[in-house]
């Protein structure tokens, strides 16, 4: 062990004393002793070891981390590079066929025959476009066959399904449609679908139906928006309920809105309610 430790302390000696020869050739290069190039080389690089023996592995780790580095992700990205394009063949597509389940749910299988994957973006794109046209039949059986795949289970879809129904007159698939959300996904049903179902209610004149919702809004924490609590103190009029009417007035009718005056926006008191409901 004495000898290991006496030999360590020689080499650093012997890197110390290497250091010392080149500053001082260096400090004074016109002294008239000189090291051949291949002996400065080696001394410089006694030194460099000698000086921070760790630097150069260092830089190699750094080195390779910076090559090597790469990125995994656990979840695939979907392409929606020319959805839009395979929505508008979507849409033309379903314009064409009768109104036939067979025939519409046939060309859709077609249209997605040789995808890899389904194509979800354009698929709600094309709801999207059916939606600003009004073709309301369209957008129930693309909506259906959608969510027979599987697919596009979300609340915008539900959205959009609830509001073709609405449309359409069928208030009885609506309702089917909205207990299963009611029973699916309790906790999570936006303020949203709560108000398009409630005017849908309020459209076909079925206030029993209105209060119902209201009732399952109130239970889950969702607090209405300004015309939904206009639609359901109209329910509670109709029904001759007027004290349950103003108590909800009173719980949730604003007393401030804005409104737009010569270009600026100008908070002002409301009261919408009294007598105009």
């Avoid at 004495?2 to 020869?21: F, K």
């Avoid at 709801?127 to 795949?149: D, F, T, Y």
């Avoid at 303020?191 to 919702?213: A, T």
Wanted: glycine fraction near 4%; hydrophobic fraction near 40%; charged fraction near 30%.
């Amino acid at each position: 062990m004495r000898m290991a430790v006496d030999h360590a302390i020689q080499n650093n000696m012997m890197c110390l004393s290497r250091h010392s020869s080149i500053q001082t050739i260096i400090r004074h290069p016109f002294s008239s002793f000189s090291l051949s190039s291949f002996h400065k080389v080696t001394s410089m690089q006694h030194v460099r070891c000698c000086h921070n023996p760790l630097s150069y592995g260092a830089a190699e780790k750094e080195m390779s981390k910076k090559v090597g580095k790469k990125e995994h992700h656990l979840w695939k990205k979907r392409d929606s590079t020319g959805s839009g394009q395979k929505a508008l063949n979507l849409v033309r597509i379903v314009s064409e066929l009768p109104n036939e389940k067979e025939a519409v749910y046939g060309a859709l299988n077609k249209w997605i025959a040789w995808e890899p994957e389904f194509p979800l973006i354009a698929a709600t794109k094309a709801l999207r476009i059916l939606r600003k046209r009004s073709q309301w039949k369209r957008v129930i059986q693309v909506a259906k066959w959608m969510l027979s795949k599987g697919q596009g289970a979300s609340m915008g879809t539900y959205d959009t399904v609830l509001l073709a129904f609405d449309m359409d007159w069928r208030v009885d698939e609506a309702e089917s449609l909205w207990n299963m959300i009611l029973h699916m996904h309790t906790r999570s049903i936006s303020k949203r679908l709560f108000s398009r179902m409630i005017s849908l209610y309020d459209h076909h004149d079925m206030p029993d139906k209105l209060i119902e919702v209201f009732a399952d809004m109130e239970e889950l924490g969702v607090k209405p928006d300004e015309d939904t609590v206009r639609r359901v103190a109209r329910a509670f009029q109709t029904l001759g309920e007027e004290e349950k009417q103003k108590l909800v007035l009173q719980k949730y009718k604003c007393k401030w809105k804005y409104i737009h005056f010569k270009g600026e926006r100008v908070r002002v008191r409301t009261d919408a309610w009294d007598g105009k409901c």
